[in-house]
């Protein structure tokens, strides 16, 4: 017999429940408690298990928020309803659920690996319900799941479809795999003139010292002030990350999580929170001085240090992250798309929403890094 719970934490389910689900995923059960011990504001998290015979065989992360319909809009249209909000400063903001999280780069969903491939399509279908009587208990009328792979027989799409949701893009995922043996043979890899480019944009690193960390203490104020930079400077933005973001994803992820750090002249220009498992070194986050940083290219600096990182401790997959896509492609990544997926449960709303989509889709071109 199928049973679906919703739970208010993911301590209610335990760390061993959830990972066997995900495989121990590098944003597992540990991440996901660290993010929502992070206070975000505006964000309430929760999590659909469906279980069989009281054992957990599907699992999918969410959250309760009132979403700005214009979070991914760029440009001329960005300030279009920009300026409608000002007349209006409720317009266009709903209250969304949506399975997935503010601080995961895919939507996740998990399952018992021992009952192999045959009729996931079936719990996930079950979670959606599960998932769908949680937003309508929370009055949330628009439903939406963020940033799902498109992978062939993915299970979002296999139960997403038939209930009426409309797929738009989402930002995809970049990826490199670490299957050379050092940087040089990378660098042959590139293009002649990426190759000459890089050499010289490294050039600067000789006056630049990287300390990697496992927590911040004694500079957690200027690694903050610097992410408030890089927000500041970004087109599009949806959580804002706290404090205990930061210190929580360290503490609580232990050798799992780290920090590098990148100074000159011992001023902190950078600093670059990284997840690891024994596969896959993940760029969660990337924050600069914008001025100084350019002087010493240490985006470029940041990318050839992650990869030296990976050689050094036998990591396969070097992934960074969902901005500046002309930048990695340049350096070799691949993407892997994703999809947002959403529907609400007014008929008219939902029809404008549909007719609208093109304009929700994330921009997959953003700009290059400096």
């Given at each position: ?33 660290a993010v929502e011990k992070a206070g975000l504001a ?329």
């Open positions: 017999m199928i049973r679906v719970r919703t739970h208010a934490s993911i301590a209610e389910i335990g760390r061993e429940r959830w990972d066997a689900l995900f495989a121990n995923a590098l944003e597992g059960y540990d991440y996901l408690h505006g964000f309430r998290f929760f999590y659909v298990v469906v279980e069989r015979r009281g054992r957990p065989v599907c699992a999918a992360p969410g959250f309760f928020t009132d979403y700005a319909l214009d979070t991914t809009l760029t440009g001329a249209a960005r300030d279009l309803v920009a300026g409608a909000r000002r007349l209006a400063p409720r317009l266009l903001t709903l209250k969304l659920a949506c399975l997935g999280s503010p601080c995961t780069e895919t939507a996740l969903i998990g399952f018992d690996t021992a009952r192999g491939l045959s009729g996931r399509g079936l719990l996930a279908s079950a979670l959606m319900d599960g998932f769908e009587e949680a937003a309508r208990a929370e009055n949330c009328g628009l439903l939406a799941v963020k940033d799902a792979p498109v992978v062939e027989g993915s299970p979002w799409a296999t139960a997403l479809q038939p209930m009426g949701y409309r797929p738009v893009a989402g930002l995809p995922v970049a990826s490199l795999a670490i299957d050379f043996p050092n940087i040089e043979a990378y660098l042959a890899r590139l293009s002649a003139g990426t190759r000459k480019d890089m050499r010289r944009k490294l050039k600067a690193g000789s006056q630049v010292r990287v300390e990697f960390r496992h927590d911040l203490d004694g500079v957690l104020d200027p690694v903050l002030a610097l992410y408030r930079q890089t927000r500041a400077r970004a087109e599009m933005q949806f959580e804002e990350l706290t404090p205990d973001y930061f210190t929580g994803i360290l503490r609580q992820m232990g050798e799992r999580a780290l920090c590098a750090l990148y100074y000159a002249d011992d001023q902190l220009l950078a600093a670059n929170l990284l997840l690891r498992d024994q596969e896959t070194l993940l760029d969660k986050f990337f924050c600069m001085d914008a001025e100084r940083g350019r002087v010493f290219n240490l985006y470029y600096l940041s990318w050839f240090t992650n990869l030296s990182y990976c050689l050094n401790h036998g990591l396969k997959r070097y992934q960074s992250g969902q901005a500046a896509y002309r930048n990695k492609l340049r350096l070799g990544s691949g993407l892997t798309r994703t999809q947002m997926y959403f529907r609400h449960r007014n008929p008219v709303l939902n029809a404008a929403l549909r007719a609208a989509a093109p304009l929700l889709a994330a921009d997959l071109e953003p700009e290059a890094a400096g």
